[in-house]
């Protein structure tokens, strides 16, 4: 079983599209082994993001990741990672499936309604960025 971290961005938490969003994951078959609404602080986002520190878009990413509410969700099943970068879409909304959660809720390719690991380590680092063991419910 793999672990991948779902975060519902701010855009779409404005939106109020949680539920929906929430609802296409269970329906894909995603065990959700902890979930919760949060506001990340600059230093966390930075931290979260760090990856992307020297890319140009970095500080645009954690001022927006601030801006308002956020829902983390750790989730698990077979194949997580990539089953839940399929449903979620491409980056660009414009260019993303349809169906896919980007393609219904994100607005831009900075606002993108969602984040998901890029990888089975990543999932699992993710996850544990937001999520004490104790707090994930198998």
């Known amino acids: 079983m793999e672990r991948t971290l779902c975060i519902i961005k701010p855009d779409a938490v404005r939106k109020n599209v949680v539920g929906e969003i929430v609802a296409m994951i269970t329906e894909k078959g995603f065990n959700i082994l902890g979930m919760k609404m949060m506001r990340l602080s600059s230093a966390d986002a930075g931290e979260f993001y760090a990856i992307h520190k020297e890319r140009p878009f970095y ?3 954690v001022e927006f990741m601030t801006s308002g509410k956020v829902v ?3 989730l698990e099943k077979e194949n997580a990672v990539a089953d839940y970068r399929t ?3 491409a980056t660009d909304p ?3 499936e349809e169906g896919t959660i980007r393609k219904r809720f994100a607005s831009s390719k900075g606002e993108n309604a969602a984040h998901g690991s890029d990888s089975v380590e990543n999932g699992r680092n993710e996850v544990a960025f937001f999520f004490a063991e104790r707090e994930l419910i198998g």
């Open 59 to 61: 500080g645009d990413l």
């Open 87 to 89: 449903l979620i879409g």
């Open 72 to 74: 983390v969700i750790a």
């Open 94 to 96: 414009a260019e993303a």
